[in-house]
């Protein structure tokens, strides 16, 4: 939608969570010699001003990275997640947050292909700028959930598609699962991301039962579904209640590596006494 601007919720909780199963994911993907290829459906500018004013407007940051950054008690995955986050920074200080296509060039290869698709036109021009100098890099104005048919399968056969749309219309969940759908299709072993915001929601309730269903008939290698919950709904039933991740067709590592990881993000992030998570897996 062209009136969303990620910009006003950087690095807050649930850029922590989506992007620590990215960082993974691309970690194990790259531990090969044979180049992959990551295609980002809703890629964003690439980078955030964090003293800018939408990211100041609720400083939602503070109850995510911030709270991370300056900390040396991290297990080892959100170290290394964390390490990414001041790799973009040029100084000490906290002040610029990498989006998903940062996070994806900080860690593939020159030989590993880019692909990103954003819609809003002045994310899209700062996306531009931010890729136009690494090779095998492609930026598109145009739907990511439409770029599905031409990109998969990718040449390498080895691949991620990361599809975190803002699902401030209700047609972007079933866009979600039919994309899925498509992508399993098209590329049956190939692993796909899935972000999805844990709102008081019918959409959003149904969402994870909606994934499974389209998953377990033609993932290869099962899922994996990680979710933090971090707050309450406001006196009206408003509010992010937290996030979550459906991954299919995850490393074998994945499930380990969130798992020391989740029980600390409860403690540093959860903004009530119910702070929870939920880490559950299928295989194939």
């Given at each position: 939608?062209?009136?969303?601007?990620?910009?006003?919720?950087?690095?807050?909780?649930?850029?922590?969570?989506?992007?620590?199963?990215?960082?993974?994911?691309?970690?194990?993907?790259?531990?090969?010699?044979?180049?992959?290829?990551?295609?980002?459906?809703?890629?964003?500018?690439?980078?955030?001003?964090?003293?800018?004013?939408?990211?100041?407007?609720?400083?939602?940051?503070?109850?995510?990275?911030?709270?991370?950054?300056?900390?040396?008690?991290?297990?080892?995955?959100?170290?290394?997640?964390?390490?990414?986050?001041?790799?973009?920074?040029?100084?000490?200080?906290?002040?610029?947050?990498?989006?998903?296509?940062?996070?994806?060039?900080?860690?593939?290869?020159?030989?590993?292909?880019?692909?990103?698709?954003?819609?809003?036109?002045?994310?899209?021009?700062?996306?531009?700028?931010?890729?136009?100098?690494?090779?095998?890099?492609?930026?598109?104005?145009?739907?990511?959930?439409?770029?599905?048919?031409?990109?998969?399968?990718?040449?390498?056969?080895?691949?991620?598609?990361?599809?975190?749309?803002?699902?401030?219309?209700?047609?972007?969940?079933?866009?979600?699962?039919?994309?899925?759908?498509?992508?399993?299709?098209?590329?049956?072993?190939?692993?796909?991301?899935?972000?999805?915001?844990?709102?008081?929601?019918?959409?959003?309730?149904?969402?994870?039962?909606?994934?499974?269903?389209?998953?377990?008939?033609?993932?290869?290698?099962?899922?994996?579904?990680?979710?933090?919950?971090?707050?309450?709904?406001?006196?009206?039933?408003?509010?992010?209640?937290?996030?979550?991740?459906?991954?299919?067709?995850?490393p074998y590592t994945l499930h380990d590596r969130l798992h020391e990881c989740l029980p600390l993000l409860v403690d540093v992030l959860g903004q009530y006494d119910g702070a929870?998570?939920?880490?559950?897996?299928?295989?194939?």
């Amino acid at each position: 939608m062209l009136a969303y601007r990620h910009a006003f919720h950087a690095g807050n909780h649930a850029d922590v969570l989506k992007h620590l199963v990215l960082a993974e994911v691309l970690r194990y993907m790259g531990e090969k010699d044979k180049a992959y290829t990551v295609i980002d459906t809703h890629a964003g500018a690439g980078g955030y001003a964090l003293e800018g004013r939408y990211a100041q407007k609720n400083a939602e940051h503070a109850g995510g990275i911030a709270a991370l950054f300056s900390r040396d008690d991290l297990p080892e995955p959100l170290q290394h997640y964390v390490q990414l986050v001041r790799d973009f920074n040029p100084g000490k200080r906290l002040e610029q947050y990498p989006g998903s296509p940062a996070i994806a060039r900080l860690l593939m290869r020159e030989q590993d292909r880019l692909r990103c698709y954003e819609l809003h036109p002045t994310d899209l021009r700062i996306l531009e700028s931010y890729l136009e100098d690494r090779p095998n890099t492609q930026v598109s104005g145009q739907d990511g959930f439409a770029s599905l048919k031409g990109e998969l399968p990718p040449p390498s056969r080895r691949g991620v598609l990361l599809i975190d749309p803002p699902y401030e219309i209700k047609t972007d969940y079933g866009r979600v699962v039919a994309a899925l759908r498509e992508a399993l299709q098209r590329f049956a072993d190939g692993t796909v991301l899935i972000w999805y915001p844990q709102l008081q929601l019918l959409e959003s309730a149904q969402l994870v039962q909606r994934l499974k269903a389209a998953a377990e008939p033609a993932a290869k290698k099962g899922w994996l579904h990680v979710r933090l919950t971090v707050a309450q709904a406001d006196e009206r039933g408003f509010g992010m209640l937290g996030s979550g991740m459906f991954v299919v067709n995850p490393p074998y590592t994945l499930h380990d590596r969130l798992h020391e990881c989740l029980p600390l993000l409860v403690d540093v992030l959860g903004q009530y006494d119910g702070a929870n998570y939920l880490l559950e897996q299928q295989t194939a």
